[in-house]
């Protein structure tokens, strides 16, 4: 530590340089922060995904819809130990922009089948006796400051009315909260309401999920219900939960190869931006290090302090970036059900740092170890 103003002086010897460079790593490393952080919050969520549970899609696509009566034969199958079934809606509160995470479900099967939402019994009698009756997730309602009681509107984007109309009317019988943030986003109505009055595709649903009695049986029991409707008009396509979910990301774009591109591009020109830097700064205090090694520092002292520069100006620009980071990031909340920067985003930043400090300052530190004190002093 009692070299740390050495280091720190050094580094503002030429301050407009250190501050754009300071700027380049700042950047960087809030651009890492922001999207390492969305591809974390999108595992963390697929965490949330159940063991137990298969999703039955169509083979064609996810937004071909599958008849009601495959609901009979899916149970039949060896291993199944429950089945129950969703849409998507797709909706939004007054303007476009404010979407609604909507679907369609079955109250009597659906929160056994999906324990983890933790809604009450009282809730969801209270939907069932109600036809239009809404649970909703505790963000949502603080998002739009909803509460039991409220007719709620929502525009269908995809599904109109027997009279033609998109406009919905909903009533929220229930809040829930669940341990899983983003249960907490979405909007459950009643598929028989939703059925009745739907202007097509009455008696089909969006996909089914199907509880599995052995976790391991998932292969077999995703091949059985498959084989059922093989060469049928409505093909069938199973997986687990985890990985239903995972191909519906891939399927709207390949996040992880665009962030990896990204952070990929930005770091190999902050790679080039600081070693330039560093060894700028090497050559400009060749006569300053050599008259610190006259002063009785060995080659390696004279090493670790051009190092420890290095670290120090990476570190520090780091910490600004992932902090600029941590505090923007809320802005993804209504997208990723989740306001905080995922710790191991900061750990991993802190350890690219460190590395960067490292690629960057080999070089200039190796120089200055074998800088050669006369040629130094005489210009050579």
């Known amino acids: 530590m009692k070299f740390l103003p050495l280091l720190w002086s050094g580094l503002w010897r030429k301050r407009a340089r250190t501050i754009f460079t300071l700027l380049s790593i700042v950047t960087a490393f809030l651009l890492f922060g922001m999207l390492q952080g969305v591809l974390a919050a999108f595992d963390k969520n697929l965490e949330a995904a159940a063991v137990d ?17 495959y609901l009979s034969q899916i149970q039949t199958v060896p291993g199944v130990a429950g089945v129950t079934w969703e849409s998507w809606f797709g909706t ?9 995470f909507s679907f369609p479900i079955d109250p009597a099967s659906y929160f056994a089948i999906v324990p983890e939402m933790n809604v009450p019994q009282s809730m969801q009698q209270a939907m069932m006796r109600t036809r239009n009756g809404a ?16 007719r709620v509107p929502l525009h269908s984007v995809i599904w109109t009315k027997t009279d033609g109309n998109s406009d919905w009317q909903f009533d929220i019988v229930g809040i829930y909260t669940s341990e899983h943030s983003q249960y907490n986003q979405s909007f459950f109505l009643n598929h028989t309401y939703f059925d009745e009055f739907r202007s097509f595709g009455k008696g089909t649903v ?14 077999q029991v995703s091949q059985a219900i498959d084989a059922l409707f093989a060469n049928s008009p409505d093909e069938t396509q199973s997986a687990p939960e985890k990985e239903f979910q995972q191909s519906f990301i891939k399927q709207q ?24 830097t560093m060894m700028q700064s090497v050559r400009e205090r060749v006569p300053e290090l050599a008259v610190l090694k006259t002063l009785g520092f060995t080659d390696t002292g004279v090493q670790l302090l ?17 902090a600029a980071a941590a505090f923007t990031f809320p802005i993804f909340k209504d997208i990723l059900a989740t306001a905080t920067l995922p710790g191991k985003v900061l750990v991993i930043g802190a350890v690219i740092a460190t590395l960067l400090a490292f690629v960057t300052g080999f070089l200039p530190a190796l120089r200055a ?12």
């Open 253 to 276: 774009f390949d996040i992880v190869l665009i962030v990896r591109l990204i952070l990929l591009a930005v770091f190999f020109t902050l790679l080039i931006l600081t070693g330039n």
């Open 306 to 322: 051009v190092f420890g520069e290095t670290l120090l100006l990476c570190l520090f620009a780091a910490a600004l970036g992932l």
């Open 369 to 380: 170890r074998r800088l050669n004190i006369i040629d130094a002093l005489a210009g050579r």
């Open 53 to 69: 549970r298969l999703t039955v899609v169509s083979k064609v696509s996810f937004t071909e819809p599958l008849p009601y009566s």
């Open 135 to 150: 649970l909703i997730g505790s963000e949502l309602a603080r998002k739009y400051g909803w509460k039991v009681g409220d």
């Open 92 to 100: 939004y509160y007054q303007e476009p922009k404010n979407q609604v």
């Open 206 to 219: 969006g996909w089914y999920v199907v509880k599995l009695k052995d976790p391991n049986a998932a292969g």
